[in-house]
């Protein structure tokens, strides 16, 4: 019989197959199967380099066998198995036990296609027990094709292997029907794409990589085009719904009339489109993006002056205990003592104590608080509004659209304002956020000292990890305030920092931080410049009462030096600080650097960041810090964050449906693409919203993206 793309994967592999590939993968059709794309692609001639396989990851490369041995283990019975490999430069060991037979199979000069887990033993690069497959001596296939023919490298598992991917894929297409292609013709021939099976073939079983890269492009194109597509429906879905409008009044006017200094142009700008919007037609769905500083709350917070004005409610979710709690202090001191009663805006959050809870949470639900500021203790069942009129997220990236989605559904189609610090490159907002309205703050308040940036090279120059420690304390010295920022509460317990801050190790590198809060803390408590300082800790294991005590004493000036983990890296404003060392800076991304160094110069003291790190010139690890240290323009680095990392580290796996599911499209390297197929969307969408006269289309978008992720498109 002939496969279809809807075809289950237990009618044309197996049962037992679709099984193995159901649980690694997820896959249940052969759609599911074939867009399984190769990874990247090999040859029989070319070898893998072996220096600088990732340690702790689990690889496939092609190596030449040079050297089999067997020998017997000094403390238990039988045999040891190793393997040497070699790509001509570097060379690893496979090692087996118990296993002599391998040797009959593994023989110097054999090549092949060997995946497992990279280890390190007595420095040494090493697999043990990997999976293989040696390339046979077919004298039927000509020796210069068979040389040349790329051999596709699946993403694989330690319990599938590319090898195992591919014959699968081979077994589906030697039985695949035709494809009905997603692309409008004349699209596709001014783009010069292939027929959606001969790129489907092409990708997976090319005779050379000039046929790969034709195959990948009309793919990265249909990808683009079904994004682009999905994204612009739910952006229609949305104008669909109606909204109450809330327009403003004399609550707006009155808070705006007691503001100690002029909105800055973008503040502004900004505000008016959101005041436009919270008087649509439709729910308001914005996205406002701008630097540490830039006003963003502020203008969050004349939002929710003009949803109040006709008795609405507005409820702002932050992703900490202590921004949260800092959130509420801030909106009530702009407030003012003339309109925050009127207001009664409320803490509610999961740490509070119980009896304190039930009177916020009474209230909320009566509608006496009309600004409620939380944590996610406002998901919670219990929690409920009387008229929910605006939901605000603040640092959206925190946040899955499941929980966003949650704290939606407690008001009848309320506005969504989203808010981040994080600026987001072009290319991302188009691909990722194409179904928000986005606004953007540039300008940053006057009065801002501003921030000089350092990188402290240890490695170089261990000398200067001494210097960094006498600068803090001259810094102190000077009535100011430094914060200490750790990769790690407990170095020596292995313990991360909050919920996975951290970055990964370096490549290459196996252990973990090396400064963790507690090592910071003794070693400040042994240093003679900080005898007579007042040294404190913060992160994210304490409880809540604590945290907001030591937040609130190191804001009021009566902390010295707060060491932290990443607890501190949003919201927390304390003008008197004026220095951020960060310990092995390297362990952190590029936004998350830039992030953290905004707590400081935030008022008329000028701000000292220092990068500490051990990473070697050259590496990625050291670009990513010193691009910090090259610029303050946060949208800059947005794209070298982009450029360095990719965007799957970027995007993060919080956002559901497409967003999180790139297969083949880059953001950056597709930019122009991308746009074509927007633009190529839009037009469709204009002359066929429901997409009748695009069948083909309709039914790819359909099978990309399924109930649940359309659901949770049309709850970001």
Known sequence: MRFGLDTPLSLAAGEKIAATLHKAFAMETVGDLLNHYPRRYASHGELTPIRGLPIGEQVTIVAEVISATDRRMKNRPGTLQEVVISD???????????????????????????????????????????DYQLFGDDDSVDAKTWVNKPIPIYPATAAVTSWQIRKVVNTVLDDLGEIEDPLPPDFAVAEGCLDARSAVIGIHRPSDLTEAKVAQRTLRLHEALLMQTALLQQREFVRMMSATKRPGGSLLERFDAALPFELTPDQREVGDRVAEDLVGDWPMNRLVQGEVGSGKTLVALRAMLQVAQSGGQSALIAPTE???????????????????????????????????????????????????????ALLSETTQFADLGLVVVDEQHRFGVEQRETLRAKGSSPHALVLTATPIPRTVAMTVFGDLDISTIRTMPAGRAGISTFVAPIAEKPGWFARVWDRAAEEVAQGRQVFVVCA?????????????????????????????????????????????????????????????????????????????????????????????????????????????????????????????????????????????????????????????????????????????????????????????????????????????????????????????????????
Do not use: Y
């Open 88 to 130: 001509g430069a570097g060379r690893m060991t496979l090692t087996f036990f118990k296993q002599p037979w391998r040797l009959r199979e593994l023989l110097p000069g054999r090549r092949g296609i060997f995946a497992g887990k990279v280890t390190r033993f007595r420095e040494t690069l090493q697999f043990s027990h990997p």
């Open 322 to 376: 202590v921004l949260a709690a800092q959130h509420l202090r801030s909106i009530a001191k702009a407030l003012g003592p003339q309109l925050a009663p009127e207001l009664m805006p409320t803490l509610l959050t999961g740490q509070m104590p119980a009896k304190d809870r039930r009177k916020a949470a009474l209230r909320v639900a009566s509608g006496q608080a009309l600004i409620v500021v939380g944590t996610h």
């Open 488 to 716: 790690a509460i407990d170095a020596d317990k292995g313990s991360g920092g909050e919920e996975g801050d951290a970055a990964p190790p370096v490549e290459g590198e196996a252990t973990g931080p090396r400064w963790g809060v507690v090592q910071v803390a003794a070693l400040l408590d042994r240093h003679p410049l900080f005898a007579d300082l007042r040294v404190s800790t913060l992160h994210g294991k304490m409880h809540a009462d604590e945290k907001d005590a030591t937040m609130r004493s190191f804001a009021d000036g009566e902390i010295d030096v707060l060491i932290a983990t990443t607890v501190i890296e949003v919201g927390v404003d304390v003008p008197n600080a004026s220095t951020m060392i960060i310990l092995e800076a390297d362990r952190f991304g590029v936004s998350q650097l830039h992030q953290l160094r905004g707590r400081v110069g935030r008022g008329g003291v000028p701000g000292l960041c220092l990068l500490v790190t051990e990473s070697e010139p050259g590496t990625p690890a050291r670009e990513r810090v010193e691009a910090v240290a090259e610029t303050l323009d946060g949208f800059r680095l947005a794209e070298v964050d982009l450029e360095l990392r990719g965007e799957g580290d970027v995007l993060g796996d919080a956002q559901s449906g497409v967003r999180s599911s790139l297969r083949l499209l880059r953001v950056v390297a597709d930019a122009e693409l991308i746009q074509r197929a927007r633009a190529e969307a839009e037009d469709i969408l204009n002359h066929d919203p429901t997409l009748d006269a695009h069948p083909a289309l309709a039914a790819a978008v359909a099978r990309r993206v399924t109930q649940d992720e359309r659901a949770a498109l049309g709850k970001s």
